[in-house]
């Protein structure tokens, strides 16, 4: 994998947003370089040695390209990202909005090329960890490996929820949902205040999020704000009106 991003200090990992919501974060690893925190024992005795690095994307910059091959495992330390396919004629689908905390596109624990374009939204920083100690992590801890299957059932339930919406909801509804799904992950991660959380996506982020066209799209964020549900200020997104936010989800 070609490395675009910037190698960042690794500091105390505490100070990144995602840390207590991360899978890995809690091994050890992030600290000390060694897995001992997890709460099944090693069979092989001792403390896992296990190498992980730290790197920075600046908003708007590709941290893989979709015909790219890696070795490595990601993780969201802060900021966000987002993964999508595209077509040849420029259209495409975003199927992930990732947060602090998040496993960048599980499938890369299987093929080295996921097919997928992944980019920052955000200003953001995130651990890298060979696919390889990965693997070695689930096959001999399986505390790991029942969070990790936790995980991944949750991402399934995610792709399938995108699957209904494009297939069976409409406009508003789209767009009501993932504003809502965006929020609950914040309010998970402690990372909203008042109803307002961080919200880089522009209107073609949306766009391409939730399967509609720009113009559509802004049809429905223009009626969002004229009725008092949500409101846009200096990327963040504030809900005024969680109820009938509720209400034009549907169900």
């Not at 490395?3 to 890995?24: H, L, M, N, V, W």
């Not at 997104?237 to 209400?247: C, E, G, S, T, V």
Request: aromatic content about 8%; some cysteine.
């Amino acid at each position: 994998m070609q490395d675009r991003s910037s190698a960042a200090a690794p500091g105390s990992p505490e100070k990144y947003p995602g840390c207590a919501f991360c899978i890995i974060f809690h091994t050890g690893i992030c600290a000390s370089g060694k897995v001992d925190k997890i709460g099944s024992a090693n069979p092989a005795g001792g403390a896992r040695v296990i190498q992980s690095s730290v790197h920075k994307a600046l908003a708007g910059q590709m941290i893989l390209h979709p015909r790219e091959s890696s070795d490595d495992v990601m993780f969201i330390c802060s900021g966000q990202a987002m993964s999508s396919i595209g077509l040849a004629d420029g259209r495409r689908q975003i199927f992930e909005v990732l947060l602090p905390g998040d496993l960048v596109l599980w499938t890369a624990l299987f093929e080295p090329m996921t097919g997928r374009l992944l980019e920052a939204l955000d200003d953001t920083v995130y651990r890298k960890l060979k696919r390889s100690e990965f693997k070695m992590l689930l096959s001999e801890y399986p505390d790991f490996f029942a969070t990790f299957m936790r995980f991944s059932a949750f991402q399934k339930n995610q792709c399938d929820q995108l699957a209904l919406s494009l297939g069976r909801r409409n406009a508003a509804q789209r767009i009501a949902r993932l504003i809502l799904e965006l929020a609950k992950r914040f309010a998970e991660r402690g990372l909203i205040s008042d109803g307002t959380f961080r919200f880089p996506l522009r209107q073609r982020h949306i766009a391409d999020a939730t399967g509609l066209t720009p113009v559509h799209t802004s049809k429905v964020l223009r009626h969002l704000r004229q009725d008092h549900i949500v409101e846009f200020k200096d990327r963040s997104l504030r809900i005024l009106d969680m109820a009938r936010l509720r209400q034009v989800a549907g169900p």
